[in-house]
């Protein structure tokens, strides 16, 4: 299909005599980034034609975030990579498919928006759910994803693990407490979407505990009102990075539309476009003007709490880590 | 099942080459194996070998893993044996039936085979969840079919019946009925006739409905995980153990689950051969 595409548009223009052919660029992005990217693309395209002069092209690839990081490792063309979880981004470091220093390239740890964990609930939260503490109490059935299967699932945990560290915890609680909440999963979801499939339509659970920028997708795709957003007294900041795939833009040349592509997302007018999606802007402008959707709570870095996603991830998640020990020690 | 085995005894009993051409066919074969199934295989078997022993051991015996195992082999062959007891019927009843709609029914079988697996496991799933068509019926009396290992078993079914039901429906619809009205004429009760009479004449294609209903089982992903709840050491099957490995960016740890994996299928697999070979030769049946 994109083949015919090019090739549609490449007789379009050679029929209508403009010889400047429009370089197409391919952003690898997750899943559930689609319709931000969809609204982005179409701005970029109008800006760069306004700044430059020159058309082009952004094809868009989605798919889970490491899947597509696996991808774009093992070959896919993609000049950008936009990814919900800075793991993604270090394992394409890691074999040298884009900079060593990426999250120095571009402004904010190379992540020009961010997104929380937030709780879902029934409409009218019949429960009660208001803070951590809830989802622990027994009787109270929490929808979250495996983190094993996605990056939703591992934020959920390190917020859960985090929220117990910064209200002044030991790891000892902080382990105690993960461990009741996810006695009370009664399923765990695959990844984010498959989880609030299973919240919604299966009705499954008091609470689904995923990104911030779910609840918009909720409110369209099932209509406003099915579901309450709780936002916990504490909670993560994920980062959603960005980064240019050096090895493509090498072989294509797009290393300048690349990196315009990248900065533009800085932008105050993308910025908004990202609030609209639920995504937390970097610009605290946009964040303000937004807050009723960003309401303020604490947030807390990876890094303050687990050193680094990498080191988070090697302690908790990868085989015979601290959530395997929740289901295999007794 | 593939040509090799077949060739082989051919090629022993006929050193004179009554088959002409033979080679070519054999190369061809080998060949055309080797691209297809062989050399993906061994870049699996590669990937593996960057472990150390420890290192493979570790990963294929972690117990996560080992609960996967469990559940994968036995959710698999239950639903192939369930497959074996349904298929034949829906054979027996195809073959031997005449009905209204007998051609839409007949098409009917095949869907499991076209239909997207992620399609088949979220139907069976909205409909067997708690708040499903028939999971609402079954849940105040206690009966959990989604998001358990019983679930598990029903994707499999589902996607497993048309490899026993297409196995056997030619076989049933080439015996010969004068067979069976000669054991009635003798005496037969209608039990004997079937045991006696039909069975062993359809009893190797069931064997190999078997085995194709259960060697799809073990690698199905896309219906199950929509189904199977996937919690660690109770509905985990073997193939989300390896895209988690993945998602972990443990390649090597990834393929080694698989290499395990498809080791036992393949030995399962010649188990059910040898079976079959086994019973040809005593029943004497030409199939």
């Known amino acids: 299909m994109k083949k015919i595409t090019r090739a549609a548009l490449a007789a379009t223009l050679a029929i209508s005599g403009s010889w400047v052919s429009a370089q197409t660029l391919l952003n690898a992005s997750y899943d559930v980034a689609r319709e931000f990217y969809k609204d982005y693309n179409a701005a970029f395209v109008a800006h760069y034609k306004k700044t430059t002069g020159k058309d082009v092209k952004i094809d868009q690839a989605h798919g889970g975030s490491s899947a597509q990081a696996r991808a774009v490792n093992d070959g896919l063309d993609a000049d950008v990579v936009t990814m919900n979880t800075t793991t993604d981004v270090d394992f394409l470091a890691s074999t040298g498919v884009v900079a060593k220093d990426w999250p120095k390239r571009f402004p904010g740890n190379a992540s020009p928006t961010t997104s929380t964990m937030l709780f879902l609930t029934r409409n009218g939260n019949p429960k009660n759910i208001k803070d951590w503490d809830d989802l622990i109490k027994p009787g109270i059935q929490v929808i979250v994803v495996n983190p094993k299967t996605g990056g939703n699932g591992r934020m959920a945990y390190l917020a859960a693990w985090g929220y117990v560290k910064k209200k002044g915890g030991t790891d000892a609680q902080a382990a105690e407490f993960v461990g009741k909440l996810y006695k009370n999963v009664p399923v765990l979801a695959k990844g984010g979407r498959d989880a609030t499939t299973i919240f919604l339509q299966r009705n499954i659970g008091d609470v689904l505990v995923t990104f911030e920028s779910e609840v918009v997708s909720v409110d369209r795709e099932f209509g406003e009102g099915k579901v309450d957003a709780v936002h916990p007294s504490i909670s993560i900041v994920a980062e959603n990075p960005v980064a240019i795939v050096e090895r493509t833009v090498a072989k294509k040349g797009t290393g300048e539309l690349a990196k315009a592509y990248l900065d533009y997302l800085y932008s105050e007018e993308a910025q908004e476009i990202a609030a609209k999606h639920a995504l937390r802007p970097r610009s605290q402008a946009v964040l303000k003007k937004y807050s009723k959707t960003f309401k303020p709570i604490q947030l807390f870095y990876v890094n303050e709490v687990f050193g680094s996603l990498a080191e988070a991830q090697k302690v908790h998640f990868n085989d015979g880590g601290q959530f395997d020990k929740l289901y295999t020690v007794k | ?287």
């Open chain 2, 1 to 287: 099942m593939t040509a090799l085995p077949i060739a082989a005894p051919a090629r022993r009993r006929a050193p004179a080459k009554v088959l002409p051409g033979f080679n070519l066919t054999l190369g061809y074969t080998i060949l055309y194996l080797s691209l297809i199934v062989l050399i993906p295989l061994s870049a699996l078997v590669f990937k593996t070998f960057t472990l150390s022993w420890e290192q493979f051991w570790a990963a294929v015996t972690g117990p996560r893993v080992l609960a996967s195992y469990r559940l994968t082999f036995g959710a698999s062959f239950i639903a192939a044996l369930v497959n074996v007891v349904f298929g034949l019927l829906v054979a027996w009843v195809l073959v031997r039936y005449d009905f209204f709609g007998k051609k839409v029914v007949d098409a009917l079988v095949d869907l499991p085979f076209a239909l997207p697996t992620a399609v088949a496991g979220i139907s069976l799933t909205a409909l067997l969840a708690g708040n499903g068509w028939v999971g609402q019926y079954l849940e105040p009396m206690g009966i959990q079919l989604a998001f358990n290992p019983n679930g598990v078993v029903i994707a499999l079914i589902f996607i497993g019946l048309p490899f026993v039901v297409r196995t056997v429906q030619p076989v049933l619809e080439d015996a010969e009925k004068e067979l069976e009205e000669a054991a009635t004429c003798l005496g037969a009760t209608r039990w004997q006739t079937f045991s006696k009479v039909i069975f062993p004449s359809i009893a190797p294609a069931l064997l190999t409905g078997f085995a194709m209903a259960f060697a799809r089982a073990i690698g199905e992903y896309g219906s199950v995980i929509f189904i199977a709840g996937n919690m660690p050491m109770v509905s985990e099957i073997t193939p989300l153990i390896i895209i988690g490995k993945l998602e972990q960016y443990d390649y090597a740890g990834a393929t080694a689950v698989a290499v395990v994996m498809l080791v036992f299928s393949f030995i399962l697999l010649l188990i059910i051969n040898a079976l079959q070979a086994w019973q040809r030769r005593h029943t004497g049946a030409p199939t």
